[in-house]
T-cell receptor, first 112, second 111 residues
């Protein structure tokens, strides 16, 4: 039982490049989330999904897109990376709206 | 505005000592409050959950308290160990699936 798996773990991009972060969970959870974590700040919600085929914007969605074509996967895309997107990205999932979150181990992204 | 503030920002204690971390929130409508532990380079892991009617809950050497009247929570760590070195994050859930995260307290336990 792997829980929540994120790939890649590290990535360096040049400004303007694109990339996709993959999140996979094997717990059959309905809810999935993408957060970014910056020094001195709490985790901030980028986008989330309450079920297969659904997505919604969080508090910092600009510059990111997501897709949830399969229940177990939640993809985060950066179409044209900017230095302000340098951060650590965490994916999380949970079964219900009030249940605890299960987090992946994070993706450290640097945009030069 | 829904906010969660944690104090102190960072803390250094000697192995074997106790410590208390604080969380103040201005969140409505309140559903529950969780404390998460985040080891360096890892994702956060849930330690405890507190609902509106609960005052105290323990998980081994971790004891969380909640005062819903003053909107304060604390996490007390007893007999600290080197493995307790981590960031501790307070997360408040609102009804309607919204979560508000604190910035965390970085704890370092040294021998």
């Amino acid at each position: 039982n792997a829980g929540v798996t994120q790939t890649p773990k590290f990535r360096v991009l040049k400004t303007g490049q694109s990339m996709t972060l993959l999140c996979a969970q094997d717990m059959n959870h309905e809810y999935m989330y993408w957060y970014r974590q910056d020094p001195g700040m709490g985790l901030r919600l980028i986008h989330y999904s309450v079920g297969e085929g659904t997505t919604a914007k969080g508090e910092v969605p600009d510059g990111y897109n997501v897709s949830r074509l399969k229940k177990q996967n939640f993809l985060l895309g950066l179409e044209s990376a900017a230095p302000s997107q340098t951060s650590v990205y965490f994916c999380a999932s949970r079964q219900g709206g009030l249940e605890k979150l299960f987090f992946g181990s994070g993706t450290q992204l640097s945009v030069l | 505005k829904n906010q969660v503030e944690q104090s102190p920002q960072s803390l250094i204690i000697l192995e074997g000592k106790n410590c208390t971390l604080q969380c103040n929130y201005t969140v409505s409508p309140f559903s529950n409050l969780r404390w998460y532990k985040q080891d360096t380079g890892r994702g956060p892991v849930s330690l405890t959950i507190m609902t509106f009617s609960e005052n105290t809950k323990s998980n081994g050497r971790y004891t969380a308290t909640l005062d819903a009247d003053t909107k304060q929570s604390s996490l007390h760590i007893t007999a600290s160990q080197l493995s307790d070195s981590a960031s501790y994050i307070c997360v408040v859930s609102l009804y309607g699936n919204k979560l508000v995260f604190g910035a965390g307290t970085i704890l370092r336990v040294k021998s």
